[in-house]
Nanobody, 123 residues
C-alpha cells in the first residue's frame, strides 16, 4: 500500500506561485510513477502532470505547460509541483497520485490517491 500525503496548498493572488509537496509511504518510491490531478468545483477531475519512474518521462496538461513544473526527490520519497503564474482557472483541489505502472494521463491508471490539498487563486 502507498499513501500519498499532500501539503503546500493555500490562498495566493493571481500571478503568484505555490509549491505543492507529496510524500509517499513506500520503500520503493523510485519505482512509482508519481503525478498530480486537480478538481475544480463543478468540474471533472483532470490530469495536471506526471513523472514516470522509468526513463524519467514527464507529462503535462496543455493548460499548465510552461507554468507548472513537476519534480521528484527519490531520497525523500517526495514529488513536487511548482506552480507559477497562477490564475483563477487553477483554483481546485489538487491530488497527488501514485502507481507502480508506466502510467499516463488517465485517472483510472493510478491506484493510489492522496486526500487532496486546496489551492485558491484570488483575482
Amino acid at each position: 500500500q502507498v499513501q500519498p500525503v499532500e501539503s503546500g496548498g493555500g490562498l495566493v493572488q493571481a500571478g503568484g506561485s505555490l509549491r505543492l509537496s507529496c510524500v509517499a509511504s513506500t520503500r520503493t518510491f523510485s519505482t512509482y510513477t508519481m503525478g498530480w490531478f486537480r478538481q475544480a468545483p463543478g468540474k471533472e477531475r483532470e490530469f495536471v502532470a506526471a513523472f514516470s519512474w522509468r526513463g524519467g518521462r514527464i507529462l503535462y496538461a496543455d493548460s499548465v505547460k510552461g507554468r507548472f513544473t513537476i519534480s521528484r526527490d527519490n531520497a525523500k520519497n517526495t514529488v513536487y509541483l511548482q506552480m507559477n503564474s497562477l490564475n483563477s482557472e487553477d483554483t481546485a483541489v489538487y491530488y497527488c497520485v501514485a502507481d507502480s505502472a508506466y502510467s499516463g494521463t488517465s485517472a483510472g491508471e493510478y491506484d493510489y490517491w492522496g486526500q487532496g490539498t486546496q489551492v485558491t487563486v484570488s483575482s
